[in-house]
Each structure stands twice: as structure tokens, then as C-alpha cells.
């Protein structure tokens, strides 16, 4: 029988499917229902916001963006 | 001949010359019409003599420059100026002349190294390469049944690139093939060395030399050059251009030459305005497409009645239906495969495209929608013209007859004027329309410019038009809509088949 | 078919089949329903259709249509259905035929025919009203209404001044409406705008008036009004004549009491409370009628937003390639939207300049805003002298502002529905294709016969048929 | 959420169709409906014409619609309404609709959808002032229908249309920019599809053929297609009209059928078109009548002067019956402007002067070819 289940697909590149990996075993796989292939994952509807969320604070820890010297004007 | 007389242009016309189709006549019009109103207010005359007489009055004027306009110009408004500007690209010379619907004509493209000049952009051999594919197209859109030849000036020789067909593909293949090689072996044609005019005049007169007589024979010379390498002495080929009733127009992207006027005009019968210089890209496209159109059929000085061996002749054509089949099978034009086609209708050879010669019996096939497409060059749709305040207010027009857009309104006028105009109508009336048909003279021989009134008068069936409508039915359509939407009792006439209104 | 109505039609397309039935029974709203609704090849259908004495076959319609043209048909019939206007049959020979819906074939005619009494398309006042109003007046009380809602979500976020003085003519239903639609949230007593709001406010005026309207229809159950009345006078509106007053004594009670809602909108004006009359707006007469596809009323659609008082609806921004951005206008409500994204420097009489930054943008991303919605925002509103360029913002401002969202956002998510446990490689393949056709599919994985949809309910019943059809 | 990539953003933009005029000539010919009454009155056609005219406006917010009546005696507006005495600006739009102050009153129905009523109206007022405009003098006249003028008329408020609706125009502030490309301002942002149909009943149209080519011609020009709906009568014309601008041609078996043959036929507008099959002319006849005879023929002869076609090569004296220039036989029996091989090219040049080209001699240019 087909089964179809709700959910957010979010299309990341792999170094980012990491993150959510790792995002997600910290926190009793709350987040992710399926993995799906290399670039997609299946997320709950309801936790998409909480997990972008979690993933901006950690690229922010991780990734030193170059200091961005926009204010030239 | 002045461009006023808008009636049918009999056999009497025919010892004056045509000026031509391009700038020159307008202003010699303006310089006679100054005239002519004198003389006819002062003898009312028959319509018919009334213009009878200008031919030779105009003939007589020299032309005078007409600086008269620069007045009117400042006080106009925007909007006027580009009305005018639109109306400009109006073909200004409406009468219904004889014109060579049968052309044969020799393109004479300039390959020598001045053509890599970058004046434009890239080049000018690129530019001139662009331009004349779109103009071959545009050529036979025009003129189905021509025929045409391409012929290239490269380093002191003419080299041919397309034999004389009617067939537009194989010419713009063949231009295309100057630069991109079809063949691995061939090098693409770059421009190089001189430029012969003598050699390109004497091998397209070669190549016009078995055309019909019915046919006009033209070369058309793109030129960016300054000077002409010739073996001979050119002037001897202008003579036997000439004498082969030859007619040369040279599009010049340099300084005008010498020579390249007197070839213009001796085989213009001295008319120069064929000779004409491209400035720009733009002008090189617009002055390459105004050629499209037919020229006018000039009589020579020496017959003044009807020749002996007149030249029109009667041609023998096929008009092919069309068939489709479920097999392919081979065209008897180039040899391919194809599932339909047109079967020739005296030999059933199959061709698969229109118009074309038949490959096997030499009669010429076509569609009689192909032969339609010069009627509008035959039968000209004339130009209307300008409506003043007091005609729009006498006609009352207050929306273009065909686009039903409104026209600005018509100011109110003083009580004074209404008198004293009708005081001229009923004069007019009395005039038996002699004063309206001066008037419309007056309004006729001038140049083309926008109206006051933003309305624009059909003469035959005094319709008011719009700017746009009045730009699309003389450019795109050829038709009036305002004769065409009235029953015009003159047209039960002629049951031929050929009844035109488009007046 | 715009975004406007492509939202009405998500709404429609949810309805329970008894709405439907009974929207049909309106001429009016078949009609709006058939102008705005339907995607163009399902009107093509449906007109052909219409005057048909026989059910019209599924052979001969797929022989109508091109080969390449079978994934729009797909999409036409899948939303035709879903609707309820066509309605499948077999005949014993197990061939398809469709059939248009009785009620909405009658009602369609009859508005084409203009026959039956239905009076659906309003009841012109009979009485001249002695105080009638100008068509210009109606702009302008539309216009004030609707800048007022929009000011009171926009103003005090971007912590104008004077937001509270101008916000305070928004009645308290329509601010409980924005707080129930989820456009803004109270927060320590102060309205805050959210994504959704954002989103809103940045939308064409037609758009957002139906999204408006929607949160309104969701909320009518509640308010005990019957969805079917509201939504059959939101169509009514959409067919009446500008200028026009229109008597209410043949309105229903729960229209009267929409009258009152939608007076605060500005989208129908009423002398009084009580007035026997009302008159549509312009906000009302382009609901049914895509104002972007309509040249001439595009500008007066522009002018309720844009309240450059000197009566140029034209667009007012213009941007350059080093990102300045100066924007005509001296209206706060735009001064407010255009800082939501932009770095704002300096303001004069008639005239705003700023620059697109990397901050300002990803603050815009960070609350909700889409690049896309920002371009798209610029684009519609370019002053002319930038719209004689295709495209009409600088090529490089556009990737730059795209590219300053990707960096804050490098997932793309989408919700929908995952499919999965087939049970053969050929249910999986039809269910695919046909999932493919209808526009819906975005990801699939054929190894694991998995495959994700944004929209499920077409497919659903796509799947019962099919085992209906088995079973 | 928003796609990644740049080219969502393009999608999202053009949505929609674009807004289509169609332009509707009914031939309103006398004669043929006398005929066709007992089938089909006129009346009936004109309640069914009324019915696809709101499907086609109910078709597009954008929709457009412009009719046309060609009539024995004349072609007259039916809608838009023409004004010749009062002035009043009209909307044609459909959502809009401004009442025309004075001329027309449109009674309030609330039965009917305002946009609709009001071109029902119009049209129907013309029409009944068209038709009693029409003396028995007027039937006498002619047998047949100004097609060419009413075409003439549907083209040139169509170019109109398409100019107002070109951004290009409505920029008053650079008119050169709008002139430079008047001619191929197909940039424009809403650009306008329009298309022609012609509901035609009359037989014989061929003393316009003329006019109706160059109509044909500009049309396939600008790409509007003429689509004909063929009641009764036969015309080759017609069917190269449709033929050559791609259009769709029709000729129902049973009049009576005619709404049916509307809706489905002929509401596709373009956009539509791309995706469905449309029925065509087929096999057209692009035969030529000639002009002596009326007779069809496959190998005609042409005068190179005017391009008369004519049946048999031994005219009056040899003088063509449309321009009366002297024609040379000998041309027409040689046959062909063909181009000789170069072979053969050199053996004449030495043979001497060949007939073929008359030294020094121009056509005589003494007669023009047209009658005003």
C-alpha cells in the first residue's frame, strides 16, 4: 500500500547534510524522519523553523565568514 | 511632373522624366506649387487641363532649395514633430506609375580591405554581410517573381557568389558562405585589395545580358571603397550599360565619388538621387530596403509614341497545386526526399517550393498569391493628407475612421469666421469644387508632414484618420479602410476582376 | 491567472464538494470562478464544453489536444475535477467520458446568456442617492483604508514616529483579522509584524486584498456565517460596476453583516451604517479581474498603493549598479516597506536614497523576506526611465541580492508529502508520470522508488480510482 | 519556499496569457441570408455570435472585442460604437466599463454581467441601424459584401490596439525610441495576441480580390491569424486567407450547429492554440482565375505589366484588357525569364544581337496601369 507521509524535503549540499545530521543526534532525532540520499533529507513539518535556526548558530561557531567591509560608502 | 495631380496620369505625361521615387521630387513640387495656385485662380479650368499644363511648368523650375519650412519647424509642437518624422518614412511618391514588377537585378557586394573599416560596428564587411541577408529576404517578399544575382568586388576582380534564381535561400546561403566556407576546402572570402567597379559592371551586365526584355535589369552596388582599380576605361562600360537599358544604384558608405554619380546618372537618364550614401548602420539598412520597391518604368527620350516592339510581353506561368503524398519522393528541383510538393502543371514535375522554374520544362510556377503580393506596388494606396482646423470643423470628424481613437477637439471658432466661411463654401459650391480641389493641390504637393488637427484626410473618400492607422495602411496594409468600407459605385464598372478602390 | 487568484483557487480547490455544489447555483460566481480561477486551457475545456449535447469522450479529447500539449490537460483536468466542474463517467464499455457539472453548466450559461432571474449581478439602487459620490472619491477612501491596515503592520515595526497616529483609524476586527491570519503578533503590547506579514505587505494590492479576504473566509465559521454566502458576495463584488450604488435590501443577513467588515477594508463604501446603498470600490470590482493583465486599470491599481499624490502611478525606484537606491516618493507607507530591506541615508521632500547592503538585506532574509519577493518588489515599482532596460534592475544588483540570501540560507525546503512503499516498479512508474504531469512532483528516487510531492490531494484521488478501478 | 536558482523568479512574472482582441467581421450580406433563412436566420447566428463574444471575454481578464459589419453597401462598426456627433471616450476593457454618457443607455439588468450587457447592446443598436439603413437601391447594387473593407477596418484598429498596449508607445517622454521600432515593437511588456474571424455566407468575392490580398498580406505580416467560419457559399479566397495567416478554417456541415462550432473552434485563443490540434483548410486551391474568363486555370498568361492573368495567349490586338499595353506574343510562346546556361550564353553573344534583348529600348512607360 502506498503510503504517504508530511513532511519538509530540504535540498542541501552534503557538508550541510552533516550538520543536520549532527544537529539532529544531538537532540533525540527530533528532527529528521528520513534521510533520503545524498542531498536530501526529510524533515518534520513542524520543526524546520527550530532546525534552520540551529543550523545559523552553528555555521556562525563554525565558519568564520571574512569580515565583510560593506560599510565603504 | 508634379506629385499633385492625383488623377489618372495618361499617355500625355510620358515626354517629361520621372524624377524618382526618393527625395527629389517633393522638392520640386513645393517650388512649383507656388506657382500653379496663382494660375489657377486666376482661370478656373477643367480639372483635367488645370494639371495638364504642369509638366512643363515644373520642367521649366529649376529646383529651388525650400528653406520656406524652417519657420513652421520651431513653432511645432513635440508631438507634431513626430507625427512628422513618422510621416517622413512615408513613400512620397504615391502615383500609379508603371513599375518593374519583373526585376532581374545584379547585387554587387564590396570585398576589397576598406570594408574593414570599423565606422561600424564590427566592420563594415560584417555590418553590409548582416544587412544584405535581411534585405534578400525582404527583396522577394516584394517582388516574388524577380529574379537576382550576387556578385562580389574582391581584390581587383568580381567574383560571383549566386547565380540569377528566385530563390532566396540559395542567395542567402551564398552570402553567408563569403564568410563561413560550406566547403572545408573553400577559405572564407575576407575582404581584400581593390574594388573594380568596371569588372562588376561588365560581368553583371554579362549576366543581365539574356534577361527578357520585360524585365527591368538593375545593378545594385554596395560600395565602401574610394576608388575603382579597373583594367579599362570605365566610361566605354557605362555606355554599353546604357545601351543595355541597365539601371546602376550604388548604396556608398564613404565620401561621395565622382564616377560613382556619373555611372548613377547616365544610367538614370540623369536622375542622381539613386546614388546615395549610408552614413550609419542604420541608414545602410533603411537605404538597402528602400530598393525593394519596384522602380519606376522610365521611357526613353527618343520614343514618344508607342514603340513598334513594345517591351511588356505576355508570359506564360504555371500555377501548380499543391500535394501531398504518403510516400516521399524525389524533387525534380534539388533531389530530395519530400512528402509534397507542387506538381509543375504542364510537365508534373514535382518541386517543393514556390516560386521557382521548373527544372525540366523551364516554365515559371507560382502562386497566384505570389503575383497579389505587387499588386500594391501597381495600384498605390496615395497618400493622405493633412486636415486644417477649418476642414476638420467643415467634416466634423471627431475619431479615426478605422481605430476608433479620439481626436483632440476641434477649438471653437469665432462667430466672424463661421460667416465668412460659409460665405466660401457656397463661393466653393459655386466654383463647382474648383476651390476644395485647389486646395487639396496646394495640400497635395507638399511634402508629407503631420496635420495640425492630429486627422488625415482620404481624398477619394474623405475619411479622417489617426497618425498610426494613417502610417499602417500606407507601410503594412496598402488598403483605405474608409474607400473599402463604402460601396463605391464607380468600382461596378469595371467587372475585371481587378476593380480597385484603394483610390 | 496570477498569484492573486492562484491563492482564491488553492482556498476553492480545498472546499468539500457540497460548497462547491452550492456556489454553483450562483450565475455570478460560476462566471468570476470561470474568469480568474481556472488555469487557460480548463476554460478552453469547459467553453468547448458548455453547449456540447454529449458527454464529451476522453478519446476525443486527447485528440484534440497536441502530443506535447498532454501535461497541460493533465493539470487543466486535475484542477477541472478538483473543483468539481467536470466530472468523470464510464460507460459500459469502460470508456471515459467527461461531463461538465449540471449546476455549474446552467449557471455558466445563464451568465453568458445573461437569462434566469437570479439577480446575481447586483441590484442597482432604484432611488438616486442625494448623496452620491464620485469615482475619485471611492479611490480615495479604498485607498485610505487599505494604507491604513498596511501602515499599522509596517509602521511600527520599522519604529516610525508617528505609526500610532496613523494607525489608529484601523478598527478593532480588522486588527483582530491580521492578528488571526497571523500577519502580525503582539508582543509586550506592541504590534510586530511577522514573515507572513512581510510576505504580505510586499504583494501586489489585488493579492493581498484576496489574502485578506481568505483569512476573513476561514474565519467566517466562527463568526457564524456560512462560508458559501461569503464567498458567492465576494464573487458578486467582483462583477459590479464602479460608481454604481447597488441596493442591500436584496442581500442576505449574513451579507449585510459583510458589508459592515468589508466597509472597514475599503472595499465597499456606505454613507452610514444604516444606508440603504452601498458602492463598491476599485478594491472590489478588480477582485475577480487579474488588474496586472489589464493594461489600463494596472495603473489605478498602482495608485492605491502608491500614494504619490501627484497622481503619478507610474513606478518611483531606481537602482544602480554600485546598489544606491533612490526612490520618488513621500509616502511613509513606501518609506517603511523600502527599509525593510534597504539602508535608508537621506530623505528629502519627495525623495528617498539609500543602498542595498549585505546587512540589509540578510535582516530582510533573516525576517521572512525572499530575495525574490525584494526584486520582485523593485521590478513592479521601477521608475520608468529603468524600465526602458531589460531587465529592468541591473543584472548584477539582482544576482548580489540573491546571492546574500543564499548565504544566510543554504538549505531549500519544501513541504509536501513523501510517497513511498509501492508495491510494484509499474504503480510506481504510472503514479510518478502522472504525478509528473500534474506539475506537482519535485524530488524522486527511482532506486528506492520513493518520490516527493508538494501537493497530495489530486494524487490521492488519483490512487483511490485506481483502486477503485481494480477492486 | 522560493526556488534557489534566478529563473523561478521569471516564472513567476509571466503568468498568464496574454490579453487577446478578437476581432469579429460578420458578413452581413442580404442576399446570402435570404438564403440561408430557412437554416439559419440571421438572428439566431447574431444570439450565438453574442454567447462566444462573452465566452471570449469571460476567457481573459485582458480580452478584448471589436465587430465588424460587412455589409452589401457598406462596412459599418458594430462594436465599439462609432461617434460620429456626440464625443464620449469608451472603455472597451472588460473590467471596466465606463457608461458611454448620452448615446446608449444601458438599462440595469442584475441578471447580467454589466461587461457583457454592454457590448450586447451596442452591438444589437448598430445593427438594427444598419439594417434599416439599408434601401432596396442599396441590395440592387451589388450581390456580394465589402469583406475587403471590414478586414481593412479589424487590421487597422487591431495594429492600434497593439501600439496602445506596447509600452513602447504609452512612453510619451522618448518618442524616438517608439518610432525606431514602431515597426517591430514586439518587446513589449503585455503584448496583445489578436486574431480576425470572418463569418462569412457570401459566395463569390473576386471584384475585391485586391483588397482582400493586401488585407491577407498584413495580416501574416503582423501574425494575425484569420480564422473563417463558412456558412454558405464558397470562396477560394477566404481559404487562402486562413490558409496563408494560419488560421482556422471551417465549413460546417449543419449551420444549425453553429455555437458548438464556436466555442469549440474557434474561442482557443493563440496561447491555447499552441497545445491543441485546430482544424485548417487543407488542401487550398491556389489557382489563379483569370481575369478574362473567371476560369481557373493551371497555366495562365501574364501581362508584365500589370499582372493580368489571362486564359489564352491571342488577345484583342494583342492589347492587355486591364492596362491595354501592347503585349509581345513572342515572349509568351519562348516562355520563361529562365536563366540560360553559360554554355549556350557565349554561341548567342557571337551569333548577334538575339531577339531577346532589344538593343537600347526601354519598355514604354507611356500608360500607367490603374484606373483611380
Known amino acids: ?73 | 511632373m508634379a506629385d499633385s495631380d492625383y488623377s489618372i496620369d495618361g499617355e500625355d505625361a510620358s515626354d517629361d522624366e520621372y524624377v524618382g521615387p526618393k527625395a527629389g521630387s517633393s522638392t520640386r513640387a513645393q517650388a512649383s506649387s507656388g506657382k500653379r495656385k496663382a494660375q489657377a485662380t486666376e482661370i478656373p479650368k477643367p480639372r483635367k487641363l488645370a494639371w495638364e499644363t504642369e509638366p512643363s511648368e515644373a520642367v521649366a523650375n529649376p529646383v529651388e532649395a525650400a528653406e520656406e519650412i524652417d519657420e513652421e519647424v520651431l513653432e511645432k509642437s513635440v508631438q507634431e514633430r513626430e507625427e512628422d518624422r513618422k510621416r517622413k518614412r512615408l513613400r512620397k511618391d504615391t502615383k500609379p506609375f508603371q513599375r518593374g514588377i519583373i526585376r532581374h537585378v545584379v547585387l554587387v557586394l564590396d570585398l576589397s580591405e576598406t570594408m574593414l573599416e570599423r565606422d561600424m560596428r564590427p566592420n563594415r564587411y560584417i555590418t553590409m554581410i548582416r544587412y544584405t541577408q535581411e534585405y534578400v529576404r525582404e527583396f522577394f517578399e516584394q517582388n516574388p517573381i524577380s529574379q537576382m544575382s550576387v556578385l562580389g568586388m574582391h581584390d581587383g576582380l568580381c567574383i560571383r557568389v549566386s547565380e540569377l534564381s528566385g530563390n532566396p535561400a540559395e542567395h542567402i546561403a551564398a552570402i553567408q558562405g563569403l564568410r563561413f566556407p560550406r566547403s572545408l576546402q573553400d577559405l572564407p572570402k575576407e575582404p581584400k585589395g581593390s574594388p573594380s567597379l568596371q569588372n562588376a559592371l561588365e560581368l553583371a551586365r554579362a549576366m543581365l545580358y539574356h534577361t527578357p526584355s520585360h524585365g527591368t535589369r538593375e545593378v545594385i552596388i554596395v560600395f565602401g571603397s574610394l576608388i575603382s582599380l579597373d583594367p579599362g576605361d570605365i566610361h566605354q562600360t557605362i555606355k554599353a550599360c546604357v545601351r543595355d537599358r541597365i539601371r546602376v544604384s550604388i548604396v556608398g558608405m564613404s565620401a561621395r565619388l565622382r564616377i560613382c554619380q556619373e555611372i548613377v546618372s547616365r544610367t538614370n537618364a540623369g536622375d542622381e538621387s539613386e546614388y546615395v550614401i549610408a552614413t550609419d548602420q542604420e541608414l545602410l539598412r533603411e537605404l538597402l530596403l528602400a530598393t525593394t520597391t519596384p522602380p519606376v518604368i522610365r521611357s526613353t527620350e527618343d520614343t514618344t509614341t508607342t514603340p513598334a516592339e513594345s517591351a511588356a510581353a505576355l508570359m506564360m506561368m504555371g500555377f501548380p497545386s499543391r500535394v501531398v503524398e504518403d510516400v516521399p519522393t524525389m524533387c525534380a528541383c534539388h533531389g530530395n526526399l519530400t512528402t509534397g510538393g507542387y506538381t509543375c502543371s504542364r510537365c508534373s514535375a514535382k518541386v517543393c517550393s514556390l516560386p521557382v522554374t521548373c527544372p525540366s520544362c523551364q516554365l515559371t510556377l507560382l502562386l497566384s498569391t505570389h503575383l497579389a503580393r505587387s499588386y500594391h506596388h501597381l495600384f498605390p494606396l496615395r497618400n493622405w493628407v493633412e486636415v486644417s482646423w477649418e476642414r476638420a470643423r467643415e467634416r466634423g470628424s471627431r475619431e479615426c475612421v478605422s481605430c476608433l481613437s479620439t481626436f483632440p477637439e476641434v477649438p471653437p471658432e469665432d462667430v466672424d469666421d463661421e460667416e465668412m466661411q460659409d460665405g466660401e463654401r457656397l463661393q466653393s459650391k459655386m466654383d463647382g469644387d474648383a476651390a476644395r480641389q485647389r486646395r487639396m493641390d496646394k495640400e497635395d504637393s507638399e511634402e508629407q508632414k503631420a496635420s495640425e488637427s492630429a486627422r488625415y484626410e482620404c481624398r477619394a473618400c474623405e475619411s479622417h484618420f489617426c497618425i498610426d492607422c494613417d502610417m499602417f495602411c500606407h507601410l503594412v496594409l496598402h488598403n483605405c479602410p474608409g474607400c473599402l468600407s463604402m460601396l463605391n459605385p464607380a468600382s461596378e464598372v469595371q467587372e475585371n476582376g481587378d476593380v480597385v478602390m484603394t483610390g | ?471 | 519556499m522560493n526556488g534557489i536558482d534566478g529563473t523561478d523568479r521569471q516564472v513567476k512574472t509571466d503568468e498568464g496569457p496574454p490579453p487577446s482582441l478578437l476581432a469579429v467581421v460578420l458578413d452581413t450580406n442580404p442576399h446570402a441570408w435570404a438564403h440561408l433563412s430557412s437554416t439559419l436566420p440571421l438572428s439566431s447566428c447574431i444570439a450565438a455570435l453574442l454567447i462566444f463574444i462573452n465566452a471570449h471575454l469571460a476567457s481573459g481578464n485582458g480580452n478584448e472585442v471589436a465587430v465588424i459589419a460587412s455589409h452589401s453597401h457598406r462596412a459599418e462598426w458594430l462594436y465599439p460604437t462609432p461617434h460620429t456627433t456626440s464625443p464620449s471616450h469608451r472603455s472597451k476593457l472588460n473590467g471596466s466599463t465606463s457608461s458611454p454618457n448620452g448615446t446608449i443607455k444601458i438599462p440595469e439588468n442584475p441578471n447580467k454581467y454589466r461587461p457583457f450587457a454592454t457590448v450586447e447592446q451596442s452591438l444589437l443598436q448598430n445593427f438594427s441601424a444598419l439594417l434599416s439603413s439599408t434601401k432596396e437601391a442599396h441590395l440592387a447594387a451589388t450581390p456580394t459584401t465589402l469583406i475587403g473593407g471590414a478586414l481593412s477596418l479589424a487590421l487597422s484598429y487591431i495594429a492600434k490596439s497593439v501600439l496602445r498596449h506596447s509600452p513602447v508607445d504609452t512612453g510619451i517622454e522618448n518618442p524616438l525610441s517608439a518610432l525606431a521600432d514602431s515597426e517591430s515593437s514586439h518587446t513589449a511588456r503585455v503584448p496583445l495576441t489578436s486574431r480576425i474571424l470572418i463569418v462569412s455566407v457570401s459566395g463569390d468575392l473576386a471584384n475585391q480580390y485586391i483588397p482582400v490580398m493586401n488585407s491577407i498580406f498584413a495580416a501574416q505580416r503582423k501574425r494575425i491569424p484569420i480564422d473563417i467560419l463558412k456558412l454558405a457559399g464558397d470562396t477560394v479566397l477566404l481559404q487562402q486567407a486562413s490558409d496563408a495567416t494560419g488560421g482556422v478554417y471551417m465549413k460546417p456541415e449543419q449551420p444549425e450547429g453553429l455555437l458548438q462550432y464556436l466555442m469549440m473552434g474557434f474561442l482557443p485563443d493563440a496561447t491555447a492554440r499552441r497545445s491543441l490540434v485546430m482544424p485548417s483548410a487543407g488542401g487550398v486551391d491556389f489557382r489563379a482565375a483569370c481575369f478574362c474568363h473567371r476560369k481557373v486555370v493551371d497555366i495562365g498568361f501574364v501581362c508584365s505589366v500589370c499582372l493580368s492573368i489571362f486564359c489564352e495567349p491571342n488577345l484583342p490586338d494583342n492589347l492587355c484588357l486591364t492596362c491595354g499595353s501592347y503585349l509581345s506574343l513572342r515572349a509568351a510562346q519562348t516562355a520563361t525569364p529562365a536563366l540560360i546556361p553559360r554554355k549556350k550564353k557565349k554561341k548567342k553573344r557571337a551569333g548577334g544581337g538575339d531577339s531577346a534583348t532589344p538593343g537600347g529600348s526601354t519598355p514604354a512607360g507611356s500608360s500607367t496601369p490603374m484606373h483611380l
Open chain 1, 1 to 73: 500500500m502506498v503510503k504517504a507521509t508530511r513532511g519538509t524535503l530540504v535540498k542541501c549540499d552534503a557538508s550541510i547534510k552533516a550538520m543536520l545530521l549532527d544537529i539532529d543526534s544531538k537532540h533525540r532525532n527530533d528532527f529528521i524522519i528520513e534521510e533520503l540520499d545524498e542531498e536530501h533529507v526529510l524533515v518534520k513539518e513542524t520543526k524546520i523553523a527550530e532546525l534552520k535556526q540551529r543550523l545559523q548558530s552553528m555555521m556562525k561557531e563554525r565558519l568564520k565568514e571574512p569580515e565583510s567591509s560593506e560599510s565603504e560608502s
Open chain 3, 1 to 471: 491567472m496570477s498569484a492573486s487568484s492562484s491563492q482564491a483557487l488553492e482556498y476553492l480547490e480545498l472546499l468539500p464538494r457540497q460548497t462547491h455544489t452550492k456556489l454553483y447555483e450562483q450565475p455570478s460566481t460560476v462566471l468570476a470562478i470561470f474568469r480568474c480561477m481556472l488555469p487557460h486551457l480548463a476554460k478552453t475545456i469547459v467553453m468547448a464544453m458548455l453547449y456540447m449535447p454529449t458527454p464529451f469522450a476522453a478519446s476525443d479529447l486527447d485528440a484534440w489536444f497536441r502530443p506535447d500539449g498532454k501535461r497541460e490537460r493533465e493539470k487543466a483536468l486535475a484542477v477541472l475535477e478538483q473543483l468539481h466542474i467536470v466530472v468523470p463517467q464510464q460507460d459500459a464499455h469502460r470508456r471515459t467520458s467527461y461531463e461538465l457539472y449540471p449546476g455549474f453548466a446552467r449557471s455558466l450559461r445563464q451568465a453568458l446568456e445573461g437569462s434566469g432571474t437570479h439577480r446575481s449581478f447586483g441590484v442597482p439602487s432604484s432611488t438616486p442617492d442625494p448623496k452620491r459620490v464620485t469615482v475619485a472619491f471611492l479611490d480615495e477612501y479604498a485607498r485610505n483604508q487599505w494604507e491604513n491596515i498596511l501602515f499599522y503592520m509596517v509602521g511600527s515595526t520599522v519604529g516610525l514616529a508617528n505609526a500610532g497616529a496613523l494607525a489608529q483609524d484601523v478598527n478593532e476586527g480588522t486588527k483582530a483579522l491580521l492578528r488571526a491570519g497571523d500577519f502580525v503578533k503582539l508582543a509586550h503590547g506592541r504590534v510586530s509584524i511577522t514573515r507572513a506579514g512581510f510576505t504580505f505587505v510586499l504583494q501586489e494590492t489585488n493579492a493581498q486584498v484576496w489574502s485578506l479576504l481568505i483569512v476573513y473566509l476561514k474565519h467566517a465559521p466562527q463568526l457564524s456565517m456560512s462560508e458559501t454566502d461569503v464567498l458567492s458576495f465576494l464573487f458578486m463584488l467582483g462583477s459590479l460596476e464602479l460608481g454604481q450604488d447597488y441596493t442591500t435590501s436584496t442581500l442576505s443577513a449574513t451579507q449585510l453583516q459583510m458589508l459592515e467588515d468589508l466597509s472597514a477594508f475599503g472595499i465597499v463604501y456606505r454613507s452610514s451604517k444604516d444606508a440603504l446603498t452601498f458602492y463598491p470600490t476599485r478594491l472590489a470590482v478588480t477582485l475577480t479581474s487579474d488588474s496586472g493583465a489589464l493594461s489600463s486599470s494596472e495603473p489605478l491599481a498602482k495608485s492605491l498603493v502608491s500614494s504619490n499624490r501627484d497622481g503619478s502611478a507610474q513606478g518611483f525606484i531606481i537602482v544602480e549598479t554600485n546598489y544606491r537606491l533612490y526612490a520618488y516618493t513621500s509616502s511613509l507607507l513606501q518609506i517603511a516597506v523600502l527599509s525593510l530591506f534597504t539602508k535608508l541615508t537621506t530623505r528629502f521632500p519627495n525623495l528617498v536614497s539609500g543602498k542595498l547592503t549585505k546587512e540589509s538585506i540578510t535582516r530582510a532574509v533573516k525576517l521572512g523576506i525572499s530575495s525574490a519577493q525584494i526584486l520582485s518588489y523593485l521590478t513592479s515599482h521601477a521608475h520608468p526611465q529603468m524600465q526602458k532596460t531589460q531587465p529592468f534592475l541591473p543584472p548584477t544588483v539582482m544576482d548580489q541580492i540573491r546571492l546574500w540570501e543564499y548565504e544566510g540560507e543554504r538549505v531549500e525546503t519544501t513541504n509536501g508529502f513523501l510517497m513511498k512503499e509501492f508495491s510494484s516498479e509499474s504503480e510506481y512508474r504510472d503514479v510518478l508520470s502522472y504525478a509528473e504531469s500534474l506539475g506537482v512532483l519535485v524530488w524522486k528516487s527511482d532506486a528506492k522508488r520513493l518520490f516527493f510531492v508538494d501537493r497530495v490531494e489530486q494524487i490521492s484521488l488519483y490512487l483511490q480510482k485506481k483502486k477503485n478501478r481494480s477492486g
